[in-house]
């Protein structure tokens, strides 16, 4: 079946931009990560979502950083006014609950801030 | 001090050579454990649970020690394709807890 999918691939812009990320996790499957990894370094936890409600938030890094999932599903990353160190690989993860279950990977959308 | 920590590699091995992957984790609330995998610019993957006892999966042998909060990683029989970054990973099993990951430790086999 169809695995979890993240979309653009790579985003290019510039600092001081809006850009928006989105994940479309494995039908089913109610909880939602996002997750940043920076060159060198393992994944590092942002927000997780149970269902449409977003359960755990603490790893936003400040408030330029927004996450949606309005019907449980998608789910949509919103970074404001975006900064050279936002540079990162953004990572999108699905399970079918939240912590008892395997979290599947998607490929990650590779951001760049000039 | 960093929640999970790892040799920091890299590990360069010829083929068919053992390797073995250590890590350690500061929460001692920690309750499942796991190694992923992460080849180059790609996402990472389950390689295994990791479980008081001890398992295995082929040439993987994963071993967890938690009065020492250690966790390692042993490869036999190293093959080219085992080339990629290898992640700790802990979670602490409640409701919103996400997978706490280590830095990875990188390894490349050679013919």
């Known amino acids: 079946g169809a695995g979890v999918s993240q979309t653009p691939s790579n985003k290019v812009t510039e600092k001081g931009k809006y850009v928006e990320l989105r994940c479309d996790p494995i039908?089913?499957?109610?909880?939602l990560y996002w997750y940043r990894q920076s060159l060198g370094q393992g994944p590092e936890f942002l927000i997780y979502?149970?269902?449409?409600?977003?359960?755990?938030d603490s790893g936003l890094p400040n408030d330029r950083f927004f996450a949606v999932r309005p019907e449980g599903s998608v789910s949509t990353l919103k970074i404001q006014r975006t900064e050279r160190g936002d540079s990162a690989v953004y990572l999108c993860?699905?399970?079918?609950?939240?912590?008892?279950?395997?979290?599947?990977f998607g490929p990650g959308t590779r951001l760049l801030v000039l | 001090r960093k929640e999970v920590e790892q040799d920091p590699g890299p590990f360069n091995v010829p083929e068919g050579a053992t390797v073995a992957f250590n890590c350690t984790y500061s929460?001692?609330?920690?309750?499942?454990f796991f190694w992923y995998r992460q080849d180059c610019r790609k996402e990472p993957k389950l390689l295994m649970s990791?479980?008081?006892s001890g398992n295995e999966d082929g040439r993987f042998t994963a071993q967890l020690n938690r009065a020492s909060q250690y966790i390692s990683l042993l490869i036999r029989d190293s093959k080219l394709s085992d080339s990629a970054t290898y992640l700790c990973?802990?979670?602490?099993?409640?409701?919103?807890?996400?997978?706490?990951f280590g830095k990875g430790t990188t390894l490349s086999v050679s013919s």
């Open positions: 929460n001692s609330a920690s309750q499942s």
């Open positions: 979502f149970q269902g449409t409600g977003a359960a755990d």
């Open positions: 039908s089913g499957h109610t909880a």
């Open positions: 990973v802990v979670n602490l099993n409640q409701a919103g807890t996400a997978l706490i």
């Open positions: 993860a699905s399970s079918f609950v939240d912590t008892q279950e395997t979290q599947y």
């Open positions: 990791v479980y008081s």
